[in-house]
């Protein structure tokens, strides 16, 4: 209906201008410059419009007074009820003006009014909106954002699972070539798609021991450039394909028979959902456009200290530089958005960006923290260079960026400063880069100064390595627990070497001190235990959910070679102090050789353990039969003195015969981990 109504008014303008030819009174009509005219208002249905509909009425150029205009509703939605003007016809003041309050129907769309005097007729349009709108709005915006990071995190994952055991060796590459670990920082930002979890990351390995923290400044200025790949490829704005990445994604995803194919899939996927996500939240934005309250806010942003300002708590809010940069590409390519207010916001999203370095390392030791001082310091002083030349970087951003052919400069806008927007963060980016990269050195020297090392020892009974905010990358969150494992076995080894010291010097401070490092190993083992516990709980692959159980295994066995320590030579230690025996010369050499052994193959089993060294495992097998064998041969040697009556092998012979069958158990279960380890690669290869 209200189309037939349009079409009839067009008519009618036309025979007017038609018949008009000729006529002596042919008036102008013309509407005041943008945002004074009432033209293009948006407004809730059943309200009036903020501003008066205005024309001006002119003849020859000159103002009439004193003529009569007439408003009328020419178009309307179907069914709408409550439309009105303040007057139907209104006369022309001095100035040649006339105006008209409109209300709006009750029903969402589209309305026109037209405004004649004599044979001219003008047109103005306006658009009524739901009176939930800014309701749905915030559903969609936020739903979008929802389906944008969930796509930001599958994509992740999926690259990180195509990527696999290689990020190990990725990260051990790092040296203290300070190009290499650039490199590095950008290509693990890259895969994991945030510069905030490398940074994250950052902190827990430095705190685990992991890493120096020297080691990461080159790391923190790649992961700064990584986290441009992200922004970039939003710029580009495949959301018109995004279902189509969808819907391959999915394919590959849930029937692709490789693993690899699968997390490939999974990746694309993501890809496909964060583009969708972007989509859903430009359709949500698009009565901003017409939002008084926003677009003055909008306006403010061409603040630098506000944009910089608004740009930084928003990032430390929502832990994603390249989430937020997003939205902001999705209020450019809406026309809402300009290049100055756009890099103001985009220094700011570089500032807020290691908050969540700077809380994960409260908890930190302090060389931990040393890693979002130094990204903040980084940030800060690139934003403080930056911030007092966004004019000339924007002149300079614009020059550089492609153009867009579009002849419309609104048009061209919508086009043109979604692609800046993300040039500027790299261009940003890599400037900082350059500019910090040959001083790596000097700046680490500075950090260490604002932040020495406090003196004092550190908490026996507490985890060096474990760190669950690392558990979102499994790869690296089992080498962390192969990293505790690995103390774990060293407190157990050196229980194993004082041991004998108890038996040989009758020493109860020793023995105390032995049973004070089972607690820790204890404490060890519940921990790693818990920690595994929380990786396979996770969508992991086949080959991690095998690693962790032979993570758990190496416990296990580690375990009761501590328990042996603790608890069956410990019982033998008590009643050895209490009583006057001594070992016979012969005996406690033996004795001294057996344990050495044992000690080896125990540092054999760590060894195996921590590199993957099968060569040695199989060494260590072979091993054990030759400690078996001489275990027997002392054994029988003893039994020789026995029978020989040597008092002291008479006073010992029970103490002397445990502590040999207890260190042989020890050496098997040192073994175990070696048995372990080749039964694990046999079954990979096997599945190869």
Known sequence: MGLRVFITALFLMICSHLSSFGVGNEYTLVKPRAGMSGDNQHETAGRSLENPIKIQVLKDGVP??????????VEFPLNSKGFSLSDTLVVTDNNGYASAIVTL???EGDYRVSVRAENSIEVFSMHARKPDWLLMMSIGLLGGLGIFLFGMFMMSEGLQKAVGNKMRSILSSVTNNRFVAVGVGAFVTTVIQSSTATSVMLVSFVHSGLMRFSQTIGLILGAAIGSTITVQLIAFNFSAYSLIFVVIGFCMRFFAGRENLRNIGQAVLGFGLLFYGMFVMSQSLTPLKFYEPFIEFIVRLENPLIGVAVGAIITALIHSSAAFIGIMIILASQGLLSIEAGIGMVLGANLGTPATAILAGLKSNRESKKVGLAQLMFKMVGVVIFIFWIPSFAD???????KSGNADMA????????RQIANAHTVFNILIVLMFLPLTDAFAKMVHKMLPEKTGSDDEFKVKFLDNQILTTPTLALNLAKQEVVRMANITQDMVNDILLVFFLKDK????????????????????????????????QEEQAQEAFQIMYTVKEIEQIADIVSTNLKKQADEWIASNAEFSDAGKTEITEYHLKTQKQISRAIEVFRDLNLEKARNMKTKFKKYSDMAHQ??????ERLFDNV?????????????LGMLKAMASHATNIARIHLEWDKSLNKEL
């Open 64 to 73: 009439q007074s004193g003529i009569a205009v007439q408003f009328s509703f």
């Open 105 to 107: 129907g009750d029903k």
């Open 411 to 418: 048009s061209a806008l919508s086009d043109n400063v979604p």
């Open 396 to 402: 300079f951003i614009e020059w550089l960026s492609p």
């Open 647 to 659: 008092d002291k092998s008479l006073g010992s012979s029970k103490i002397h015969l445990e502590i």
């Open 509 to 540: 401070k020793v023995l105390a001190e032995i049973m004070k490092k089972e607690e820790q190993v204890n404490f060890l083992r519940e921990n790693i235990n818990a920690y595994l516990l929380k990786i396979s709980r996770r969508y992991i």
């Open 634 to 639: 002392y054994e029988k040697h003893h039994y």
